[in-house]
């Protein structure tokens, strides 16, 4: 091993006052009637100091029956849960900001990380000179768990016949540091330790879980089946799992050590779904340049999962409904999209755990760059690109609104600096992250969902900034060290700092990065790592045609919420007559101003092929430009180095010259978009243009629709919107020998399709003069219905059929006056577009289609037209769909409709009906979903908040 390697192993120290080397997991019971567990578990603790006579292990909801020391020693035990008493006695206040403090108080107050657990186990008299001598501790612990409130979820549909004719499974699930939750263990991820799983299951059941399967030996009866599971590589608590049913079992047939399960009669959309794992493999072993680390890898498919994809030590469990054939379009990408990222976690958050929780951003930010890699592999760049700018975009926006989003919490000493930067949270000076921040982020357990989830999109693109600065090659040789230097530590026997080098630190990672790259990254880490907020431009340019200079300004406002102030290099790139040139300009203050020399001469009536960037030479016309100047467009930060946002005025011919002309498709979203603040025609013909450009990037000419609708109502006066939508869908959709007849579905061309699917829903928005929606675009969006034919397609049209849907309902306007109870008094518009939902809502009920996709369009259409007056407001038909049974996404649209109809009609009766579900639905995912609904829509005035955060008792 290396000299740097074993200095990484002594920078970990455990808080605790035992090391764990291995543990037995022992399940003997699972009882789906009462949806119960029971078993044991047997820890292998090393003492670490002497005269210690406690030892706390993490576990909640289990009933705890007894505790042994070495099988010898009787060992008597306190088992405490603060979170379930977080406020419950207190009578004076009642504030959020009071309950945040006090829940975050609990959780530290359990923190195995701090040396903490829910079980307190004291050690007998007799047992103390094991502890004093340092040999080692088998603590046996007997448990079990009945109807689980999170952790472990059964499904047992309610039918005729046994458990495994029924379906009825289970499987394990939870967030970071949950697997305390359905067995005692030391729940953290810096406590790595080899394992022994076992799980006895009635004989039709098949237990899948992590390591290898050794052997299945049965009872002497043959009604039960025990599974044995060896893991020889050690792992931490929070990657194991199981899942338990009447699985089918495909042995991937590229790969023999891949095995696919899924639920009874699913086995042809497993084959299907799953035939593309292989190239994940490929691709992934080959760009880090080793071996995926374990000797086996499943995947199993199980029903109401709480998430779509959770990836465990060499098993991911996955939910069912991401399956599908090869007649469905659009759920391929988001599966293999998933399937791709759980694989990336096998080797970076399954093999390699963060060390602690400020380090998580490491092992979420290598899985998701990797996978990023392979999209583009996959969907090549300019899909990889859309990715990147999409979740920019989607940061940009969560951090003006709620704060900077901070990847490490605690405060580090970068490599070759004295100084001890970083305190989890920015100044107020540089960016305000505390107004909208409720809970601290400083724990799995307190941080909140979203924030997450922004954490790890943040912690993505931090990555691609540092391939960005030290180049891919490198980033991916730092990535193969680290895994090198954990499959070196895997290996060897257990000694007290052995496994350090399966955590990753952050620390850690800064210093292999410098020694790999030679750059100092120190700023740049600071800047991105330790405090939060992105960087805002706003830009404008000046061409002085005397000195023939662009005389540039850029300005940073650092005091609002979410903003970061920027000192550095910034590059910006000028398109000029004569060919496309980049300049860096030196960012050191909040108004930075620049002149750029041009490299051309303004061309008044000369006409000559001008350069691209990427080499490619076009002729354009110049006659809507400036005569005396020679830029048609200007850029900043086109490689997106910075988390930024960049607000750029020019004048409306440079966007549409952009649009037309830059090939990056960042560029030409970012023109499409500027070009809405600019309603004329000059802008209606380039947005037609690319709409109908087939060589121009599908999500860019779906964006262009969309577009183009908001021009169209800026334009209402001069320009008849609908009839251009409507032409330009039948000169791309047309039959070739009469354009007015859409031809048959065919949509083996992706892009056209999902183009298809755009331009209605996009033509359903555009008004006229009075606010209302033509009768020629309803007319025609009602025809596209009647006449869909898809016979000879070989594809399925569900999702074209619910675009279709939605487009219908985008047709809605507010009622004049509510309406009657009787249809007779419906508008002639909205009785077709009601008598199209319904005859579309009864059809799905006799040829349902996959993920009931039309059915969940129609119950959206009935919510716009209750909520526009068209109808009476009932929502007797949401609860019905809403019910426990219905597909799931199904339950979910109705629940939203519900909760859109509690925030108009503030009925209280439907919101305790919505609250008893999210206390009683027997599907975790549908609680919390509703909670989220109601988050999103709160059903108070927001202007009462800081009661909300402040009030006393009440």
């Given at each position: 091993m290396s000299r740097g390697?074993?200095?990484?192993?002594?920078?970990?120290?455990?808080?605790?006052?035992?090391?764990?080397?291995?543990?037995?997991?022992?399940?003997?019971?699972?009882?789906?009637?009462?949806?119960?567990?029971?078993?044991?578990?047997?820890?292998?603790?090393?003492?670490?100091?002497?005269?210690?006579?406690?030892?706390?292990?993490?576990?909640?909801?289990?009933?705890?029956?007894?505790?042994?020391?070495?099988?010898?020693?009787?060992?008597?035990?306190?088992?405490?849960?603060?979170?379930?008493?977080?406020?419950?006695?207190?009578?004076?206040?009642?504030?959020?900001?009071?309950?945040?403090?006090?829940?975050?108080?609990?959780?530290?107050?359990?923190?195995?990380?701090?040396?903490?657990?829910?079980?307190?186990?004291?050690?007998?008299?007799?047992?103390?000179?094991?502890?004093?001598?340092?040999?080692?501790?088998?603590?046996?612990?007997?448990?079990?768990?009945?109807?689980?409130?999170?952790?472990?979820?059964?499904?047992?549909?309610?039918?005729?016949?046994?458990?495994?004719?029924?379906?009825?499974?289970?499987?394990?699930?939870?967030?970071?540091?949950?697997?305390?939750?359905?067995?005692?263990?030391?729940?953290?991820?810096?406590?790595?330790?080899?394992?022994?799983?076992?799980?006895?299951?009635?004989?039709?059941?098949?237990a899948v879980s992590c390591g290898d399967l050794i052997e299945t030996v049965y009872t002497p009866d043959m009604k039960k089946k025990t599974f044995h599971y060896v893991l020889n590589l050690p792992t931490s608590a929070a990657n194991i799992a199981l899942a338990v049913g009447p699985f089918e079992v495909l042995v991937d047939p590229y790969m023999p050590e891949v095995t696919h399960f899924c639920l009874p009669k699913l086995m042809p959309l497993l084959e299907h779904t799953t035939e593309y794992l292989h190239q994940a493999f490929d691709f992934l072993e080959e760009s880090l340049g080793t071996r995926y680390p374990f000797s086996y890898y499943?995947?199993?498919?199980?029903?109401?999962?709480?998430?779509?994809?959770?990836?465990?030590?060499?098993?991911?469990?996955?939910?069912?409904?991401?399956?599908?054939?090869?007649?469905?379009?659009?759920?391929?990408?988001?599966?293999?999209?998933?399937?791709?990222?759980?694989?990336?976690?096998?080797?970076?958050?399954?093999?390699?755990?963060?060390?602690?929780?400020?380090?998580?951003?490491?092992?979420?930010?290598?899985?998701?760059?990797?996978?990023?890699?392979?999209?583009?592999?996959?969907?090549?760049?300019?899909?990889?690109?859309?990715?990147?700018?999409?979740?920019?975009?989607?940061?940009?926006?969560?951090?003006?609104?709620?704060?900077?989003?901070?990847?490490?919490?605690?405060?580090?000493?970068?490599?070759?600096?004295?100084?001890?930067?970083?305190?989890?949270?920015?100044?107020?000076?540089?960016?305000?992250?505390?107004?909208?921040?409720?809970?601290?982020?400083?724990?799995?357990?307190?941080?909140?969902?979203?924030?997450?989830?922004?954490?790890?999109?943040?912690?993505?693109?931090?990555?691609?900034?540092?391939?960005?600065?030290?180049?891919?090659?490198?980033?991916?040789?730092?990535?193969?060290?680290?895994?090198?230097?954990?499959?070196?530590?895997?290996?060897?026997?257990?000694?007290?700092?052995?496994?350090?080098?399966?955590?990753?630190?952050?620390?850690?990672?800064?210093?292999?990065?410098?020694?790999?790259?030679?750059?100092?990254?120190?700023?740049?880490?600071?800047?991105?790592?330790?405090?939060?907020?992105?960087?805002?431009?706003?830009?404008?340019?000046?061409?002085?045609?005397?000195?023939?200079?662009?005389?540039?300004?850029?300005?940073?406002?650092?005091?609002?919420?979410g903003i970061a102030r920027y000192v550095g290099p910034l590059q910006v790139t000028i398109q000029e007559l004569d060919g496309s040139f980049t300049h860096t300009l030196q960012v050191e203050d909040n108004l930075t101003k620049g002149e750029i020399t041009c490299h051309s001469k303004s061309r008044r009536h000369k006409k000559k092929k001008i350069p691209l960037i990427n080499g490619e030479e076009v002729d354009m016309d110049l006659s809507a430009m400036d005569a005396d100047s020679p830029v048609l467009w200007i850029r900043v930060d086109t490689e997106m180095t910075l988390l930024r946002q960049v607000i750029f005025q020019q004048p409306d011919y440079q966007w549409q010259y952009q649009l037309r002309y830059e090939r990056d498709i960042v560029a030409q979203i970012e023109a499409i978009q500027n070009l809405e603040n600019f309603a004329s025609q000059p802008s209606v013909g380039t947005l037609t243009e690319t709409i109908e450009n087939d060589q121009c990037f599908y999500r860019v000419r779906m964006t262009a629709a969309h577009s183009l609708t908001k021009i169209a109502n800026g334009l209402v006066a001069s320009y008849s919107g609908h009839t251009a939508m409507i032409a330009i869908f039948k000169r791309l959709f047309g039959a070739y020998s009469c354009p007015d007849i859409v031809r048959q579905n065919k949509f083996s061309n992706f892009q056209s399709y999902f183009l298809q699917k755009t331009i209605p829903v996009a033509l359903a928005k555009i008004r006229n003069a009075h606010g209302l929606c033509p009768k020629e675009s309803l007319a025609f969006l009602v025809e596209l219905i009647k006449y869909n034919d898809n016979n000879r397609n070989k594809f399925s049209d569900n999702y074209y059929r619910a675009a279709l849907i939605d487009a219908l309902t985008g047709t809605v306007t507010p009622a004049v006056a509510m309406v009657s109870t009787s249809t007779e008094s419906l508008t002639p518009e909205t009785k077709q577009v009601l008598e199209e939902v319904t005859r579309c809502l009864n059809l799905e009920k006799l040829l349902p289609c996959y993920h009931h996709t039309v059915t969940v369009a129609c119950l959206k259409a009935i919510r716009t037209l209750q909520k526009n007056g068209h109808l009476p407001s009932d929502p007797t038909l949401f609860q019905t769909y809403a019910q426990y049974g219905h597909f799931m996404e199904i339950r979910l649209a109705a629940l939203e409709a519900l909760v859109d109809y509690v925030k108009v009609e503030t009925n209280a009766d439907i919101l305790s009906w919505l609250l008893d579900i999210v206390e009683q639905d027997p599907v975790p995912t549908v609680r919390h979903t509703v909670l989220h609904m109601l988050i999103r829509n709160p059903l108070f005035n927001l202007q009462l908040r800081p009661m909300l955060t402040s009030c006393h008792g009440y």
């Open positions: 390697a074993k200095r990484q192993d002594r920078s970990f120290e455990s808080p605790r006052d035992f090391r764990l080397s291995h543990q037995i997991l022992c399940i003997t019971g699972v009882n789906f009637s009462r949806k119960s567990i029971i078993g044991y578990v047997e820890l292998h603790l090393l003492p670490l100091r002497s005269n210690v006579n406690r030892i706390k292990i993490n576990s909640k909801q289990c009933r705890i029956y007894r505790a042994c020391i070495n099988e010898v020693w009787e060992a008597s035990f306190l088992y405490s849960d603060p979170t379930l008493a977080v406020c419950q006695n207190e009578a004076k206040q009642h504030d959020l900001n009071y309950f945040s403090a006090c829940h975050y108080d609990a959780v530290s107050f359990v923190d195995p990380d701090k040396g903490n657990g829910e079980l307190n186990i004291k050690i007998p008299q007799d047992a103390m000179y094991l502890v004093n001598e340092q040999k080692m501790l088998r603590v046996s612990i007997e448990f079990s768990l009945e109807r689980p409130s999170g952790g472990m979820h059964f499904v047992v549909p309610e039918m005729e016949g046994s458990m495994a004719e029924r379906g009825a499974h289970m499987f394990t699930y939870g967030i970071e540091n949950a697997c305390r939750l359905w067995f005692p263990c030391i729940d953290s991820y810096s406590e790595p330790c080899t394992w022994k799983l076992e799980f006895t299951v009635d004989a039709a059941m098949i499943k995947q199993v498919f199980v029903d109401e999962a709480f998430v779509d994809a959770a990836a465990y030590m060499s098993v991911t469990i996955f939910n069912t409904n991401l399956l599908h054939s090869s007649r469905i379009i659009d759920q391929t990408f988001l599966t293999r999209r998933l399937m791709a990222q759980a694989l990336a976690e096998q080797f970076f958050g399954c093999f390699i755990n963060p060390e602690t929780w400020s380090d998580a951003w490491l092992t979420k930010g290598i899985s998701k760059y990797l996978t990023g890699l392979l999209l583009k592999k996959t969907f090549g760049v300019n899909e990889y690109r859309y990715h990147i700018n999409r979740e920019l975009t989607d940061l940009c926006n969560y951090e003006q609104e709620i704060g900077g989003v901070v990847l490490h919490t605690d405060p580090i000493q970068l490599p070759g600096v004295k100084e001890i930067i970083g305190t989890g949270n920015p100044t107020v000076d540089e960016v305000n992250t505390g107004n909208n921040l409720y809970f601290p982020n400083k724990h799995p357990h307190t941080i909140s969902w979203k924030y997450m989830e922004m954490r790890e999109i943040k912690a993505h693109l931090v990555m691609r900034l540092i391939e960005l600065k030290i180049g891919q090659d490198l980033i991916l040789q730092v990535f193969n060290k680290l895994l090198s230097l954990a499959t070196q530590a895997a290996t060897q026997k257990f000694l007290y700092d052995t496994w350090s080098n399966m955590l990753i630190s952050t620390l850690g990672f800064l210093k292999l990065l410098s020694t790999v790259s030679g750059k100092d990254l120190n700023a740049f880490l600071d800047q991105w790592l330790c405090r939060g907020g992105i960087v805002q431009f706003q830009g404008s340019f000046h061409f002085n045609r005397k000195r023939n200079v662009v005389e540039l300004e850029l300005r940073q406002d650092p005091g609002r919420t």
